[in-house]
């Protein structure tokens, strides 16, 4: 079992920054690659980053630029750096643990409760 528990959600206006934490627990961190999803009301959960236990990265099109993944191994967290933020970026935010990085959440083994990101304008 991995146990995942975020933190640093909040509200922000549009073009700010917010930076989500993800401190992991239980098995061996570095066995998973670790992903961030985010869920939007009446929208399916959809991948925004995700990043191998080598360091290797990817991101969903609509982040590109502005997002940033990062992990560390020491420390067993995982976290994400969201810079100029937009209305659209509104959603739960999820982290995850998975076989390398996943895109698809059915792919996902295990998740965190999520943290609300709220971006006004």
């Known amino acids: 079992q991995v146990q995942l528990v975020e933190s640093g959600g909040g509200l922000v206006q549009a073009g700010g920054s917010l930076r989500l934490s993800c401190a992991a627990s239980?098995?061996?961190?570095?066995?998973?690659?670790m992903d961030w999803f985010r869920q939007a009301p009446g929208k399916e959960r959809e991948f925004v980053a995700g990043?191998?236990?080598?360091?290797?990265?990817n991101y969903a099109d609509s982040v590109k630029g502005r997002f940033t993944i990062s992990r560390d191994n020491a420390k067993n967290m995982v976290y994400l750096q969201m810079n100029s933020l937009k209305l659209e970026d509104t959603a739960v935010y999820y982290c995850?643990?998975?076989?390398?990085?996943?895109?698809?959440?059915?792919?996902?083994?295990?998740w965190g409760q999520g943290t609300q990101v709220t971006v006004s304008s």
């Open positions: 239980g098995r061996t961190f570095t066995n998973y690659g």
């Open positions: 990043i191998s236990w080598s360091g290797l990265k």
């Open positions: 995850a643990a998975g076989p390398g990085i996943v895109v698809a959440p059915r792919h996902v083994a295990y």
